[in-house]
């Protein structure tokens, strides 16, 4: 019951942030600025009857999205979806007027609409297609022509204004979002380093912490990449990103440090996992995971974090060195042999899979060191992902 209601409690949490995003808040109050210009507008727009002056409001609202690109596509598949649907309705009419009963042209327009509302071209417009055929069959009653030429001009007028406020009122670029959201990740990968370092020091309950830490921080790598996609796209014919390149450069390079990082610090959680249950020289590894959250936390490029880095190496490699010690008569390997460059992962593969002791073939200390030197190794790879390049 606590558990349900604390995920109630964070799902509420953040869906008041996401409502509460000035991107969110700006791309409302454009909409809404869109919809009222195109709705004093649409009375003069030629080749259209004022009396259809309402969809005009409508071709607005359905265009303005997040990003000048995506509001460009929106309204032109848009566009696309109402002409083939007013096709399908001007045809439904001819059928009627032969002869066919009423029910039938409905049932041709919308089965016709909805086949061709999987073309995935059509993109925002699918659903368009049955919507304006039915809209024609039913509403233009003996002026089928008019309606619909007043129906596509109107709607393309309002989609013509949405994407003219899009572009003109501060078209949005969203590197400061992503910014913000990378600062959420190095937290994470922090909170995870945080929580496994608790967990291999034995402390009492945190198994279920350092778990749930690990699990977050995939998600939030996966929410990052999203938001650092949707940054890109706000760059595509906005004017406002002609001198923004270089921190859109900034942003990506951020993210690929971050994305190794994340990559190690999961890694190192499965071979964690994999480990529980042997006996590993804990102190050691607790210190070898708190020198490399320091370095994730200290400034990118300044002195602290090249001497955290340091300290890192060091504490790495006193804790290889003890838990190979500790094993060194059943059989282990030593540092730099081919075990241990074998168990360092590569950015792509898939981390080792968590989950319970590893087979009880093998004596428990002649696994030991196997596992040190694959944990040493996902640290060696946090710090090297974290050090300047050259």
Known sequence: MGNWRSGALRG???????????????LAVKTALAAALAWILAPYVPFAE??????????ALVSVYATVLDSMRAGVQVLVGLALGIALG???????????PSYAAIAVVVGIGVALGGLS????????????????????????TDFS?????????????????????????????????LSELARAISDALRGTERYVRGEEGTEPVFRASVERLHTTRDCVARE????????????????????????????AVLDRCEFATRALADFVGLSAGTPPPRPELGDAVASCRTVVEAPAGSENRE?????????????????????SGEGGDAPGSSAQQDAAPEPGA?????????????????????????????????????????
Not at 12 to 26: E, F, H, M, P, T
Not at 50 to 59: C, D, F, I, Q, R
Not at 307 to 327: F, K, L, N, S
Request: some cysteine; hydrophobic content about 45%; overall charge positive.
């Open 12 to 26: 509420a949490k953040r869906g008041i942030r996401q409502l509460g995003r000035r991107s969110r808040l700006v």
């Open 50 to 59: 004022s009396e259809y002056s309402y969809y005009a409001p409508l071709g």
């Open 90 to 100: 001007i045809g439904s009419l001819a059928l009627v007027q032969a002869g066919a």
């Open 121 to 144: 071209a059509l993109g925002a417009g699918r659903d368009w297609v049955p919507i304006a055929g039915v809209l024609v069959l039913l509403l233009s009653g003996r002026k089928g």
């Open 149 to 181: 030429v007043s129906y596509l001009v109107t709607m393309g007028f309002g989609a013509g204004v949405g994407l003219l406020v899009q572009w003109v009122a501060m078209p949005p670029l969203y590197f400061t979002e992503a910014d913000a959201r």
């Open 228 to 255: 650092l996609e949707e940054a890109r796209r706000s760059e595509h014919a906005n004017p406002r990103a002609r001198r923004r390149h270089a921190q859109r450069e900034s942003l990506d390079a951020r993210f």
């Open 307 to 327: 001497r955290a880095a340091a300290d890192a190496r060091r504490t790495v490699d006193r804790y290889i060195a003890a838990a190979v010690a500790m094993g």
């Open 350 to 390: 898939a981390p080792a899979p968590a989950g319970p002791p590893v087979s009880a073939r093998q004596p428990v200390s002649a696994r030991q060191p196997v596992s040190a030197v694959a944990i040493g190794a996902c640290l060696r790879r946090l710090i090297e992902a974290l050090e300047p390049a050259g």
